[in-house]
């Protein structure tokens, strides 16, 4: 009894140290953007604002580009998502499914992908789409990151549809469905949490990606709020700091609010494909 009331005091401990370690940095943010520009300066450091203030928000709003920028990052990241998911379902669904020669090969092929890292295809890709004219394209940038996500969003889903028992299949298959009615009639459903976890896997892969968009689309039209943080500290008149961590604080609302509103499902999704049957 000693024993385990030591350990869960243990684990406790190392969960709070870890806790530290994120809300820290995170609250360093906030608290920044809420100070003037003279208390960011200010030295020595204070963690606390003396004089909150949300003018640096409000400069965040006003900001001509602020509108196209979150425009371009929803846009993004919910079309790669969504391409990615319907690419991914069903052959997540026919990897669990369907037996065939070479069947693990293909998988491993699939998943083999997924470990390139994007800079190493930076170049060549960025000369094919400057050679015929696709850069600054939104749908190039969209099939581009969903490319990047679905190598293990379909081991993800063989994973979840591994979860739902054969049985159903049998018996929609004797009432005379075929294998696509058997898919999106009784399966889907059936997985709906895995997929909201790869979707919001997806989401926070996409919404945070920065070198796609600063490569395959210069413009300032076609670029993401990510694109412009990161250009506000090599902005050549110097950085503002409150302005750069308010920037900041905003353009990660989003897929806080969207892990927040979908965390029931993740994390159902998350421990769906660790139980069969």
């Known amino acids: 009894m000693h ?85 991914s379902a069903p052959a997540g669904y026919a990897a669990s499914r369907f037996e065939f020669r070479g069947k693990r090969t293909v998988m491993l092929l699939i998943l083999s992908t997924s470990m390139i890292p994007g800079v190493a295809l930076l170049v060549p890709t960025y000369f094919l789409l400057d050679a015929l004219g696709l850069l600054n394209n939104a749908a190039v940038i969209i099939v581009v990151q969903a490319a990047r996500l679905v190598p293990q969003t379909v081991w993800f889903m063989q994973n979840f549809v591994d979860a739902v028992p054969r049985e159903l299949d049998e018996a929609t298959q004797v009432d005379g469905a075929n294998h696509w009615q058997t898919f999106t009639k009784v399966i889907l459903p059936l997985v709906r949490p895995g997929i909201a976890a790869s979707a919001v896997i997806g989401m926070v892969t996409t919404w945070n990606d920065y070198i796609t968009v600063a490569a395959f689309a210069p413009e300032v039209a076609h670029r993401t709020l990510q694109v412009a943080l990161v250009n506000q500290v090599f902005d050549s008149i110097g950085i503002t700091w409150s302005y750069v961590m308010a920037y900041a604080v905003v353009s990660s609302l989003p897929i806080v609010a969207i892990f927040v509103l979908a965390q029931r499902w993740f994390i159902s999704g998350l421990t769906a494909g660790a139980v069969k049957g």
């Open 3 to 87: 024993i385990r009331r030591s350990e869960k005091m243990l684990s406790w401990a190392v969960l709070a140290a870890l806790v530290l370690v994120v809300l820290i940095p995170l609250s360093w943010a906030v608290f920044t953007s809420l100070k003037s520009e003279a208390s960011v300066m200010a030295y020595p450091p204070t963690f606390f604002p003396t004089e909150p203030s949300l003018s640096a928000y409000k400069a965040v709003f006003r900001n001509e580009t602020f509108g196209s920028d979150l425009f371009n990052s929803v846009l993004y990241a919910v079309g790669a998502v969504a391409l990615a998911v319907l690419l």
